[in-house]
């Protein structure tokens, strides 16, 4: 299996790495969970591999999020949306998204376990490098006004993706 022709789109997507995950977040309703796990899977795949190394480049970052993400809830969570529905939220046909799952489980020996221990790790690395990265920030506490203003956007846009998430519960998810 050639990784390289697996995972590498013809050219680079149009659609920057930030806002392919803001999406993935936005339609995917899975578990904040998942993406902890998503990211403990693409290290797996990248570092323990050692006859097909996987290299993130900017031709395949979008397919390996996806498919990682889609694992991740599959994985993880209870209820998931069908291949069908991820390949909607990745642009990529079902057909590619069911040949990158494939693969993807193929180069990591079909292992998905996380121990807690792991999760742990994985998360307070996370929570470390975010808060590092906030630092370099003013702070919104200094500047009321907009802190409020944030908030009620905030409050709006996580009414609206609880909205469209239950709106999405009964297509394309089982049980």
């Given at each position: 299996v050639s990784t390289q022709s697996t995972w590498d789109s013809l050219k680079v997507p149009p659609i920057g790495v930030s806002e392919y995950l803001q999406r993935i977040v936005k339609y995917a309703c899975c578990?904040?969970?998942?993406?902890?796990?998503?990211?403990?899977?693409?290290?797996?795949?990248?570092?323990?591999?050692?006859?097909?190394?996987?290299?993130?480049?900017?031709?395949?970052v979008h397919r390996l999020l996806i498919t990682s993400v889609l694992l991740a809830a599959k994985a993880r969570d209870d209820t998931y949306y069908s291949n069908a529905y991820y390949s909607a939220i990745g642009g990529i046909s079902n057909a590619e998204i069911n040949k990158l799952e494939g693969t993807f489980l193929v180069l990591v020996g079909f292992n998905l376990f996380i121990t807690p221990e792991t999760y742990e790790q994985y998360k307070t690395y996370l929570l470390q490098h975010s808060n590092n990265q906030n630092r370099a920030k003013p702070p919104i506490s200094s500047q009321p006004q907009q802190q409020a203003q944030g908030a009620a956007n905030m409050e709006v846009e996580e009414e609206e993706d609880n909205s469209l998430c239950h709106k999405m519960a009964g297509r394309n998810k089982f049980s």
């Open positions: 578990s904040p969970e998942c993406f902890i796990f998503a990211l403990i899977y693409l290290d797996r795949l990248i570092t323990q591999n050692d006859k097909n190394c996987v290299v993130i480049t900017p031709l395949n």
